[in-house]
């Protein structure tokens, strides 16, 4: 069964960063993804990895400030640079696949979330 246990938010200054991990288990073969709700907000994907990590997406919003990558141990990491008060929300981390990767309803696997706050 795959289990994705997520860590590392917290509230932290605009300009800061933050790095979240996802603890993972038999996710081998999935896209890996991160995706964040704001409150009042429909849930959006922000950066996935592709199976073997050789391609990465990541959102227009946050292209050239978030990085998506991961360990041998199969820990999912999202760091998080030059962070704004938009970038606040609820972060999850998500393993599915099939299609694209890049649609939300492909993801079957879901962890509890981190919450990550930026203020101005």
Known sequence: DV?????GGGSVQAGGSLRLS???SNTDNYCMGWFRQAPGK???GVA??????RTKYYADSVK???TISHDIENTLYLQ??????EDTGMYYCAAGGGGTCRE???YRHWG???QVTVSP
């Open 22 to 24: 996802c603890a993972g």
């Open 104 to 106: 939300e309803d492909e």
């Open 42 to 44: 429909e849930r959006e």
């Open 48 to 53: 996935i990895l592709y199976p073997r990590g």
């Open 112 to 114: 509890r979330g981190t």
């Open 80 to 85: 998080m640079n030059s962070l704004k008060p």
């Open 3 to 7: 289990q994705l246990v997520e860590s």
């Open 64 to 66: 050239g400030r978030f």
